[in-house]
């Protein structure tokens, strides 16, 4: 059984820091994409950043340039260093991955950036 559980979240200060850890079990994760999601109240769920098994980064424009996705294989751990933040950064940060074709997901962890 796949479990994907994150942590970090909490309240931040407008061009404040923070990373986002993602545990990952149940999985191979080392042939897995990884990425982290975040939905913001009334709004949609939208990807924030994506990294494949072979490392390769991508991110959404909102992020590029402040937030950095990163892996460890040995861990099975994901992160996402968040720098620079804005108040538009408040959301709900959900880890993803896909596992076998099925999309997975955490439990989400609250990230708050006050203005």
């Known amino acids: 059984q796949v479990q994907l559980v994150e942590s970090g979240g909490g309240l931040f200060q407008t061009g404040g820091s923070l990373t986002l850890s993602c545990a990952a079990s149940?999985?191979?994760?080392?042939?897995?994409?990884m990425g982290w999601y975040r939905q913001a109240p009334t709004k949609q769920r939208e990807k924030v950043a994506t990294?494949?098994?072979?490392?390769?980064?991508s991110y959404a424009d909102s992020v590029k340039g402040r937030f950095t996705i990163s892996r460890d294989n040995a861990k099975k751990m994901a992160y996402l260093q968040m720098n620079s933040l804005k108040p538009e950064d408040t959301a709900i940060y959900y880890c993803?991955?896909?596992?076998?074709?099925?999309?997975?997901w955490g439990q989400g962890t609250q990230v708050t950036v006050s203005s």
């Open positions: 993803w991955t896909n596992n076998y074709g099925r999309d997975h």
């Open positions: 149940g999985t191979i994760f080392t042939r897995n994409a």
């Open positions: 990294i494949t098994s072979g490392g390769r980064k």
